[in-house]
């Protein structure tokens, strides 16, 4: 079993930035993919980025390439994703996740979830 928690987001003006952090507990020694995923009000929820174990592959959703970048310390068992150019389509609760193993973009394929962290960008 993995925790995974949360923490970085807030309000942030059209064009800002900001630093999500994702802390990572239970089973650390064990090999597993994280990711970021979001959902706004009344959407679904949407792959934003992901990266492999070891940390040499990364991906990233349409929307957001180009503007964020996910990386993780696996000596720190945490996991970040730096938000760039923030618009305010990116408004939306984040959520860091995990799938033991293989990487995946598919929110139905992770094992772990956190709570949330709510980002909201102003135009």
């Known amino acids: 079993q993995l925790q995974l928690v949360e923490s970085g987001g807030g309000l942030v003006q059209a064009g800002g930035s900001l630093r999500l952090s994702c802390a990572v507990s239970g089973r650390t020694f064990s090999r597993y993919a994280p990711g970021w995923f979001r959902q706004a009000p009344g959407k679904e929820r949407e792959f934003v980025a992901a990266i492999t174990w070891s940390g040499s592959n990364v991906y990233y959703g349409d929307s957001v390439k180009g503007r964020f970048s996910i990386s993780k310390d696996n000596a720190k068992n945490m996991v970040y994703l730096q938000m760039n150019g923030l618009k305010p389509e990116d408004t939306a609760v984040y959520y860091c996740?995990?799938?033991?193993?293989?990487?995946?973009?598919?929110?139905?394929?992770?094992?772990?979830w956190g709570k949330g962290t709510l980002v909201t960008v102003s135009s």
């Open positions: 996740a995990a799938r033991e193993t293989m990487v995946s973009t598919h929110p139905e394929a992770m094992n772990y």
